[in-house]
Nanobody, 127 residues
């Protein structure tokens, strides 16, 4: 059974930082793409960022580019998202997700419906 467990969310003031983690079991990240989505209250889910274990390529949504940094650890089968300069509009539930179809990260990944999802972790940024 594939399981993704996200953690690291919390309450932070605008301008602050948080680091999200996602640990995957039942699925080897080696040679696959994994990333983050988020869903704010009353809004549709949006892709945030992805990373490829095959070539290390990354992709970011324009809304987080330059502020967020994604990284992975294949040995730990884990994924991270360092979020800096947080804004109130970053408030959302953040989900890690992956799909066996993908090998490379691209903008298209951010709009794809993944096979495997974590339960999410809530990030709240106060103004």
């Amino acid at each position: 059974e594939v399981q993704l467990q996200a953690s690291g969310g919390g309450l932070v003031q605008a301008g602050g930082s948080l680091r999200l983690s996602c640990v995957v079991s039942g699925f080897t990240l080696d040679d696959h793409v994994i990333g983050w989505f988020r869903q704010a209250p009353g809004k549709e889910r949006e892709g945030v960022s992805c990373i490829s274990s095959r070539d290390g390529s990354t992709y970011y949504a324009d809304s987080v580019k330059g502020r967020f940094a994604i990284s992975g650890d294949n040995a730990k089968n884990a994924l991270y998202l360092q979020m800096n300069s947080l804004k109130p509009e970053d408030t959302a539930v953040y989900y890690c997700a992956t799909d066996p179809l993908w090998r490379y990260c691209s903008g298209a990944w951010l709009h794809y419906s993944m096979d495997f999802w974590g339960k999410g972790t809530l990030v709240t940024v106060s103004s």
